[in-house]
């Protein structure tokens, strides 16, 4: 799937991808799988997953950020 990061807290370590301009998901950190740091409006696939608690938003697990030519996000 893919989705673009919407909002992210690095001191908290977790944020929000919006999929399909309308779905809202949270990822943590321990769920994102590059070096490269998240930043708001990096495009980026993942895995979806269920929550950890009823009434939370879906999770998005092994996140990574989609690369373009010439490495610019």
Do not use: C
């Not at 799937?1 to 690095?10: A, C, D, L, T």
């Not at 309308?22 to 740091?37: A, E, G, P």
């Not at 950890?52 to 999770?59: D, L």
């Not at 998005?60 to 490495?71: E, L």
């Amino acid at each position: 799937m893919e989705g673009k990061i919407q909002k992210f807290q690095v001191l908290k370590g977790y944020g929000f991808l919006l999929q399909d301009f309308r779905t809202r998901l949270f990822f943590h950190v321990n769920d994102w799988k590059s070096d490269i740091q998240p930043r708001v409006g990096m495009v980026v696939t993942f895995d979806l997953a269920a929550p950890n608690k009823p009434g939370q938003f879906n999770r998005a697990v092994n996140v990574v950020p989609v690369h373009v030519a010439g490495g610019a996000q």
